[in-house]
């Protein structure tokens, strides 16, 4: 049974931090490219960052200089640490893991960046 478990979500003023963390049951973490992706309601899900087994991890615009993606294949877990925060960054945080034709999904994990 393949499980994908988010944490380290929840609210942050504008400019602070928050670290993401996808602890990650019933695959072979280390071959399987990680992403992360977010949502707000009523608007379709879009990529964050992800980052392959091999190669470069790659960012949107959005976040590039203010987000890192990084894994650790022996803890089965991917991160995304998040600097800088603004409050168009409020969404909630879905981890992802892709092999072939494998596509799974975590449940999500609510980040809010407010005043």
């Known amino acids: 049974q393949v499980q994908l478990v988010e944490s380290g979500g929840g609210l942050v003023q504008p400019g602070g931090s928050l670290r993401l963390s996808c602890a990650a049951s019933?695959?072979?973490?280390?071959?399987?490219?990680m992403g992360w992706y977010r949502q707000v309601s009523g608007k379709q899900r879009e990529l964050v960052a992800t980052?392959?087994?091999?190669?470069?991890?790659n960012y949107a615009d959005s976040v590039k200089g203010r987000f890192t993606i990084s894994r650790d294949n022996a803890k089965n877990t991917l991160y995304l640490q998040m600097n800088s925060l603004k409050s168009e960054d409020t969404a909630v945080y879905y981890c992802n893991a892709r092999y072939v034709t494998d596509d799974y999904w975590g449940q999500g994990t609510q980040v809010t960046v407010s005043s």
């Open positions: 019933g695959i072979i973490f280390r071959f399987y490219t």
């Open positions: 980052m392959p087994r091999v190669g470069n991890t």
